[in-house]
């Protein structure tokens, strides 16, 4: 069985949000400890398929770029969700403290989401070829189909 990148994705992330769902759900008993521990292990999975999924996606030229934003990302981007998650939990403790898994995990489906959208466009248009494209030049447009015809005449 092969899964692509995008599926890969997908697998994981909805692995990891039954990591967070279980998480919530702690004081159903130790087991959930386990269970979570498990789903979680999958989130490698899911980070490494994105960075091979992007890529392919990219020109040569943009990808240090992209992977120099995303590093950065990924950098800055707990320590505003900490303290998001901070107050959060702050608010909900005496009533439901597992609270703010739930919420991390409802915006974990965003990434779901953009894989299931990039497999599904994988499946219809397939990758760029970047080599074959011109500058400022759409690869539908009625002008490139005529020269590409034109060539396999």
């Known amino acids: 069985m092969h899964l692509s990148d995008p599926k890969l994705m997908m697998v994981s ?6 990591k967070l769902i279980c998480k919530s759900l702690m004081f ?4 959930m400890f386990w269970i979570q ?3 979680g292990s999958l989130l490698a999975i899911g ?5 091979s999924h992007l890529t392919r996606l990219l020109a040569p030229s943009e990808t240090a770029v992209v992977f ?18 901070s ?20 915006i974990f489906v965003l990434p779901v989401i953009f ?4 497999a599904y466009w994988l499946r219809s248009e397939g990758f ?18 005529r020269r590409n015809q034109s060539l396999s005449e």
């Open 87 to 106: 107050a959060i939990y702050a608010e909900t403790i005496a009533t439901f403290p597992g609270l703010v898994f739930i919420f991390e995990a409802s």
């Open 28 to 31: 159903f008993g130790k087991f």
């Open 47 to 51: 980070t490494t398929a994105a960075s």
């Open 37 to 39: 521990l498990a789903l």
């Open 68 to 85: 120099g934003l995303s590093s950065s990302f990924e950098r800055v981007v707990p320590l505003f969700v900490d303290i998001g998650f």
């Open 115 to 118: 894989a299931g959208f990039s």
């Open 128 to 145: 760029p070829d970047y080599a074959t494209l011109s500058e400022g030049e759409d690869p539908q447009s009625p002008q490139r189909r």
């Open 13 to 18: 992330y909805f692995a990891y949000t039954g």
